[in-house]
C-alpha cells in the first residue's frame, strides 16, 4: 500500500492537470450545469466539493472530511488528502490550483494514473461551485507550505500565495453560493446530513464530520454529527431495516474485485410486504434509474432462488406448479420484502443522460451476476434455515400477487377506461385537462362537504375519506387492492397496475393530488398514511411533483374590523403584539381543531385559493432517507419509531 501511495504521490503533480476546455457558461446556464438553481441545485455544491475528498479516499490518501455550515450559509469543505497541485501547468502557463478552480473540464481524474476511480469523472464538479459562488477560498497543505488563493464568481482576486508552513497535506474549500444565481440560499442540514451518511456508509472506514455553526444546543455546543461505518453496505442495509423484522439470520454481504471491477453488495429479507428496496451507486454516485449493474443482481438473485426453491420441493408442496411441473412463479416474487444496496466502482463508466443517473457498460452486468450468483448460493448452502424462510417469502408473494391479480380483475372489470368504476364520493371537477385539474383527498365527510361547496368545480375533485387508511408499509400486496378506500383513491387518481407492479398512468386524471386533513395529530397519521401509500405504490406522482400537502390555518383572529388568518403560535403572538398591545385577552381567537369548523367560503379563501393558499410539495430528497424514514415510522418494530419520537419532540409542534 505504501508502495501504491509513494507511486501516487510521484504521478499526481501539475502535470496531471489536463485541460480539455474553458468556463465561461456556467454562470450563464447554471442549471445545465447542476440540475437546478433551487433548492437541489444548492446543495448539490456541497456534493461537488465533499465528491473531490471523497475521491482522494478512494485512491487511498483520505480518511477524515470536514463540512461546516457556515453562519453566513457558506460552506467549509476539508480534507487530510494529498492537496491540490500548485505547481506551474506546462500548458497553462499558471498555477495547477488556479487551473482546477477556474477552467471547465479540468482535474485530475481525466488522468488514470492520478485517479484509478472517481465520481466527478466530468471535471465540471469543484469549477462550477466556484463559478456560482460570489466569494470562494481554496487552502491547499502540500510539500510542507500551505497555498491560499480567493476567487468571486469563478475569478481569481488573488494569486495563489504561500501563506506559512504546514506539517500535513489536505485542501479546505470555502464557498458562498452567489445569491443573483439561487432562488434558496439557506442549507438544510438534514438534506447535508443524509447525504454524508450515505457517503460513510458506501465508503467503510472515512469519517465524516459535519457540523451547522448556526446553532447551538442548550450547552452551547453546536449541532454536530459525526459519520463512519466499519462494515460499509452491510450497515447500510441494517439501517435501512431498522424497524423491520429480519426473516435472515444475518445480513449477505458481499466484496470482490475478482470479477474484474470492485462489487460490494449488501441485502436482506425482512417480513414486509412491499416491493422490492433496491439503492444503487457507481462510484458513490447514486444511480436513481438504476442500470446494467442492478440488471446484473436480479439477473443472479432470479437464477439462484429459482434453483433452490426447485431443489427444495417447497413451490412444488405450495401447489404453485402448473400442469407441465413448470413453477407458478415469476422474478417479481423474489422482490417481495428485499432490501439491498448495490456499490460499484468503474474506472470508465458509461452514464446514460446527463444527469447519471442510470449506468450503461454492458460488461458491469456479468460481473455483479458472477460475485452475487456465487456469494448467494454459498449463503444458502450454508444457511439452509434462512434459504428456506425465503422461499416461503417467496412463495407467499407468488399467492398474494395471485389473490391482487383477481382482485384487480374483478375491480378493473367495471371501468374499461381506467380499472374501476368512479367511487360513488367523489365529487369531480367539470374540465377534463389533467394539467389543470386539482385532486383534494379530504379528511371526513365534514370537511369534504365544504371542499365541495366551496371550491372552484372546474377544476377542483374533492375525495373525502372516512377515518384511517390501510397502512400499506405493513399490508400484504393483494390487501391494498382490497381496501375500499385506496382502491377510491386509484380510480378516482386514473391509474391502475400491471401484472408486474409497475404504475399504468396513461389514464391519470389529475396532475395535483393534494392531502387536506386537520392540523392536528390524527390528521398528520393521515397525511403519512396517504403518503406512504404514494411512496411504496405510486412514486412516480411523487417524483412528478404531483403531491402536495394543504396548509389550513391554525387561527382566526379578530381586532376590530382587523380580520387575519394565522398559521403558527408566532403569527398568533405577533397580532397580539400589534393590535392587543401584548394582552391576549384584548383579541377573539378561533382556533380551528378541525376542517369541518371552517365554513366552504372560509376554506375557500384560506386553503383552496390558488391565488391565496400555501401548498408543500411533497419531495424525495434523498431515496435512502425517505426509505428509512417511512419504514422506520409506520413499520412494526416499536422502539426506533420511540427514539425518533423522543430525539424531536422538543423540535416538533405535534399539534400543529
Not at 240 to 261: C, F, P, R, V
Not at 391 to 407: D, G, H, L, M, S
Not at 578 to 597: H, M, N, P, S, V
Request: aromatic share 8%.
Amino acid at each position: 500500500m505504501e508502495d501504491f501511495k509513494q507511486q501516487g504521490i510521484e504521478n499526481y503533480g501539475a502535470d496531471s492537470i489536463q485541460v480539455l476546455e474553458g468556463l465561461e457558461a456556467v454562470r450563464k446556464r447554471p442549471s445545465m450545469y447542476i440540475g437546478d438553481i433551487s433548492s437541489r441545485g444548492l446543495h448539490h455544491l456541497v456534493n461537488e466539493v465533499v465528491d473531490n475528498s471523497i475521491d482522494e479516499a478512494l485512491a487511498g490518501f483520505c480518511d477524515r472530511i470536514e463540512v461546516y455550515i457556515n453562519e453566513d450559509n457558506s460552506i467549509t469543505v476539508s480534507d487530510n488528502g494529498r492537496g491540490i497541485p500548485v505547481g506551474m501547468h506546462e500548458k497553462e502557463h499558471r498555477s495547477a490550483l488556479e487551473v482546477v478552480m477556474t477552467v471547465l473540464h479540468a482535474g485530475g481524474k481525466f488522468n488514470k494514473s492520478s485517479y484509478k476511480v472517481s465520481g466527478g469523472l466530468h471535471g465540471v464538479g469543484v469549477s462550477c461551485v466556484n463559478a456560482l459562488s460570489d466569494f470562494t477560498r481554496v487552502e491547499v497543505a502540500r510539500d510542507g507550505k500551505l497555498y491560499r488563493q480567493e476567487y468571486s464568481c469563478g475569478k481569481p482576486t488573488t494569486g495563489v500565495d504561500a501563506i506559512g508552513d504546514a506539517d500535513y497535506t489536505g485542501t479546505k474549500v470555502i464557498f458562498h453560493p452567489d445569491a443573483s444565481i439561487f432562488t434558496e440560499t439557506v442549507y438544510k442540514y438534514d438534506i447535508l446530513a443524509n447525504r454524508m451518511r450515505e457517503l460513510a456508509f458506501l465508503n467503510a472506514g472515512i469519517t465524516i464530520v459535519l457540523t451547522d455553526l448556526r446553532s447551538k444546543d442548550e450547552n452551547g455546543n453546536y449541532h454536530s454529527e459525526t459519520f463512519h461505518s466499519d462494515e460499509g453496505v452491510r450497515e447500510f442495509v441494517k439501517y435501512l431495516e431498522q424497524g423491520n423484522t429480519l426473516l435472515m439470520s444475518d445480513i449477505i454481504h458481499l466484496k470482490t474485485d475478482k470479477y474484474g471491477a470492485p462489487v460490494e453488495v449488501a441485502m436482506a429479507y425482512d417480513n414486509g410486504f412491499g416491493d422490492e428496496r433496491i439503492h444503487s451507486y457507481v462510484n458513490n454516485i447514486h444511480t436513481q434509474e438504476e442500470g446494467t449493474h442492478v440488471a446484473g443482481f436480479r439477473q443472479a438473485l432470479t437464477r439462484v432462488l429459482k434453483k433452490y426453491a426447485d431443489d427444495s420441493k417447497l413451490v412444488e408442496k405450495a401447489k404453485l406448479v402448473d400442469k407441465e411441473g413448470n413453477m407458478l412463479i415469476n422474478p417479481n416474487d423474489f422482490k417481495e420484502g428485499l432490501t439491498a444496496v448495490i456499490s460499484v466502482k468503474v474506472a470508465e463508466p458509461q452514464f446514460e443522460g446527463q444527469t447519471k443517473t442510470k449506468l450503461g457498460n454492458s460488461e458491469i452486468a456479468g460481473v455483479v451476476n458472477q460475485a452475487v450468483g456465487e456469494a448467494l448460493t454459498n449463503y444458502l448452502e450454508e444457511h439452509p434455515e434462512d434459504g428456506k424462510a425465503i422461499i416461503e417469502k417467496v412463495i407467499v408473494a407468488a399467492q398474494a400477487r395471485i389473490a391482487a391479480r383477481n382482485a384487480r380483475d374483478k375491480v378493473q372489470r367495471k371501468n374499461p377506461l381506467t380499472g374501476g368504476g368512479l367511487p360513488g364520493k367523489l365529487a369531480d371537477c367539470k374540465s377534463k385537462d389533467a394539467a389543470e385539474c386539482e385532486l383534494f383527498i379530504v379528511e371526513g365527510d365534514s370537511a369534504g362537504g365544504s371542499a365541495k361547496d366551496g371550491r372552484d368545480s372546474r377544476i377542483q375533485a374533492i375525495l373525502p375519506l372516512r377515518g384511517k387508511i390501510l397502512n400499506v408499509e405493513k399490508a400484504m400486496y393483494h390487501k391494498v387492492f382490497e381496501s375500499e378506500t385506496i382502491q377510491n383513491i386509484f380510480a378516482a387518481l386514473g391509474v391502475k397496475f400491471n401484472e408486474d407492479k409497475t404504475l399504468d398512468i396513461s389514464h391519470l386524471r389529475y396532475h395535483k393530488t393534494i392531502i387536506m386533513t386537520d392540523a392536528d395529530v390524527d390528521g398528520a397519521h393521515i397525511a403519512t398514511l396517504i403518503m406512504t401509500l404514494f411512496f411504496r405504490y405510486m412514486r412516480e406522482l411523487i417524483d412528478m411533483g404531483c403531491l402536495y400537502i394543504a396548509t389550513p390555518p391554525l387561527y382566526l383572529c379578530k381586532k376590530g374590523d382587523v380580520k387575519r388568518y394565522l398559521w403558527t403560535d408566532m403569527q398568533r403572538q405577533q397580532f397580539i403584539d400589534e393590535f392587543g398591545g401584548g394582552d391576549e385577552k384584548a383579541i377573539t381567537t378561533q382556533r380551528y381543531k378541525g376542517l369541518g369548523e371552517m365554513n366552504a367560503e372560509q376554506l375557500w379563501e384560506t386553503t383552496m385559493d390558488p391565488a391565496h393558499r400555501t401548498l408543500r410539495l411533497v419531495t424525495i430528497e434523498n431515496a435512502m432517507a425517505a426509505d428509512h424514514a417511512f419504514s422506520m415510522l409506520m413499520g412494526e418494530d416499536v422502539a426506533p419509531r420511540r427514539e425518533f419520537i423522543e430525539q424531536n419532540a422538543t423540535y416538533a409542534n405535534i399539534d400543529a
